[in-house]
């Protein structure tokens, strides 16, 4: 039976989520207060978890980096009552799988859980990997580029290893955001292309004439491992 853990505040939404999680068949713990939460997420090793952003004690935002740097392949769907579609960016940034705003359905946001689960199990295993300069581990979530430690985010984690997944494939946009972050609500592909800049910026001998990273012109983009 897998483990749905929600880290919520709100007695109502806490029933709610209790209910429905347990009539699918799904064990469910909840802690109300940031600090159990964050304790919670890596001592019961959950398969999912669901956080609220407005806790006491510990931010959700911040729960949500501690969790992906510890274990970035455990799903988290954030729930909020921010609505602004440059917020939702920022949080998926930082490493969040899914937002769901409130006021919300149980049903939808389980279905999310589900979805994000089957992404998560569809990965394949990838450990240390080489391409040019650059060498990255995603079992410790450490890059290197000529032997020095390149700081990523979450999210640029999770862009680089899709790359990984599909060397020498030219992949679209749209593919990229449905791919890499799940999205249910609308964002530009001018997201990915911030994103691929930072990912140039960090990892490419020369930002401006990428090697790795390069563009298909009315297409997307495609990752080279060795030119």
């Known amino acids: 039976m897998s483990l749905i853990l929600v880290i919520e505040d709100d007695p109502r939404i806490q029933r709610a989520l209790r209910r429905q999680f347990a009539a699918e068949g799904y064990e469910v713990h909840v802690e109300g207060e940031g600090v159990a939460g964050l304790a919670a997420a890596k001592s019961m090793k959950p398969a999912t978890v669901v956080l609220d952003l407005m806790l006491p004690g510990l931010s959700g935002r ?4 501690e969790i992906k740097a510890w274990r970035s392949d455990l799903p988290v769907i954030v729930l909020s009552a921010v609505s602004d579609v440059a917020d939702k960016v920022l949080l998926l940034e930082s490493g969040a799988d899914d937002y769901v705003t409130k006021p919300f359905s149980p049903r939808e946001l389980l279905a999310r859980i589900q ?3 089957r992404r998560v199990n569809k990965k394949a295993e990838i450990g240390a990997l080489r391409f040019g300069a650059v060498e990255v581990d995603f079992v410790t979530m450490e890059a290197h580029k000529d032997g020095a430690p390149v700081p990523l985010t979450a999210h ?6 899709f790359f990984l997944e599909h060397p020498g494939r030219a992949i679209g946009r749209e593919e990229l955001l449905s791919g890499v972050w799940g999205l249910s609500f609308h964002l530009t592909t001018r997201t990915v292309d911030n994103q691929i800049l930072k990912l140039r910026q960090k990892l490419e001998s020369d930002p401006a004439n990428p090697v790795h990273f390069r563009t298909i012109h009315g297409i997307g983009y495609k990752f080279v491992p060795n030119s």
Do not use: V, Y
Not at 62 to 65: D, E, R, S
Not at 156 to 161: A, D, I, N, P, T
């Open 62 to 65: 911040t729960i949500c980096k």
């Open 156 to 161: 640029e984690f999770k862009l680089l290893r």
């Open 115 to 117: 979805a994000a689960m």
